[in-house]
């Protein structure tokens, strides 16, 4: 004999089962040990109520990833603050002067020539 789990699960897997008139569900109820409350339950499709009878607690699971469909996993960001225009300025101006000193060097070190800063 089936029991009521074993049955919901039979039931879960079969499309005629799933969709099948009261009649007919409990014609199939006929092999599950279950309790007259729960065999009501069944054949009204009370899931409410066999949950009750089960001992079950309602649960609800939402695993979503993040972003749209299609993307993966993002890198976490560090919460940096933008530069403000003023010191991007200065920036660009060092960046200049250092080119300006650039240096020609062989490859076993010697200095071949630095141009004029």
Not at 4 to 12: A, P, T
Not at 73 to 99: H, I
Request: charged share 25%.
């Amino acid at each position: 004999m089936l029991d009521v789990i074993d049955f919901l699960e039979r039931m879960g897997g079969d499309a005629q089962l799933s969709q099948a008139s009261p009649d007919e569900l409990a014609t199939a109820l006929a092999v599950v040990d279950a309790t007259p409350q729960q065999y009501a339950a069944l054949v009204a499709r009370d899931a409410e109520r066999l949950g009750e009878l089960l001992g079950s607690k309602p649960v609800c699971v939402l695993v979503s990833p993040p972003g749209p469909p299609g993307t993966g996993p993002q890198p976490a960001r560090p919460a940096v603050p933008p530069p403000s225009p003023a010191k991007e300025a200065d920036e660009d101006e060092e960046l200049a002067d250092d080119s300006e000193r650039a240096l020609l060097v062989e490859s076993d070190g010697r200095l071949l020539s630095s141009l004029p800063a």
